[in-house]
């Protein structure tokens, strides 16, 4: 099967490099976690995100919704360009079709957006996106961690599929994608001594008892080469 990082042509999606997937995921490297809490100020993932991307002068964001990391973005000083996509009606983007975008861009951005598409189609938007990242340039994912144990599907009556950063990093690798991804925990860390053992406990049930996970959400840095 096809290694380029266009969609392949007449095949399922699902099944694309399928093997090359299997390899690389008896082999997949460690994923750290990294905390998000809503605030004005970025958290830590957000900083880990514009660190790696503020210094491009393109920014495509698909699915934007309310802005909040367009907004972020220009506050912690981005000065280049940063176009929107989003097919709602509530605020106003740049683009509301993928398919009026015939520019490429030094990064794109994808948070909380393909979980809301059936595995096929969400697979052929990674692809689409992959499309519009100029080589060299980074495109950013983010979506509910499907291993996580508060899920199925993270408990949204409009999340229609759920990935594993596993599966997802295999994916985006197998297409000759350099992915880089971590594990999202939802809160502040705790300064709480007491609160820190607990959590250490939980977790450590979580993982090694019953083979979970509990970050809630994942996101994946990969660079096009």
Not at 68 to 83: E, S, W
């Amino acid at each position: 099967m096809s290694n380029s990082t266009s969609s392949p042509i007449n095949s399922d999606l699902a099944y694309a490099n399928y093997w090359k997937r299997k390899e690389l995921l008896a082999n997949s490297p460690h994923f750290p976690t990294k905390h998000w809490w809503a605030d004005s100020s970025f958290s830590e993932i957000e900083q880990i995100i514009f660190d790696r991307i503020k210094a491009k002068s393109t920014i495509l964001d698909v699915g934007a919704g309310d802005l909040r990391i367009q907004q972020k973005f220009y506050r912690a000083g981005f000065q280049g360009v940063y176009h929107t996509q989003d097919i709602g009606q509530e605020f106003t983007y740049t683009y509301s079709t993928l398919e009026e975008i015939d520019q490429k861009y030094e990064a794109v951005l994808c948070f909380d957006t393909i979980e809301h598409l059936e595995l096929r189609p969400g697979l052929a938007l990674l692809h689409q996106l992959i499309d519009r990242v100029e080589t060299g340039g980074l495109l950013v994912i983010q979506t509910p961690n499907a291993r996580c144990i508060s899920n199925p599907l993270s408990w949204d009556m409009t999340h229609l599929h759920c990935y594993s950063i596993h599966d997802l990093w295999a994916y985006l690798t197998s297409f000759g994608l350099k992915v880089e991804g971590y594990r999202v925990i939802f809160g502040k860390p705790s300064r709480n001594l007491i609160e820190k053992f607990s959590s250490l406990a939980s977790r450590l049930m979580i993982t090694r008892l019953l083979g979970h996970d509990y970050a809630a959400n994942i996101v994946l840095i990969a660079q096009k080469l």
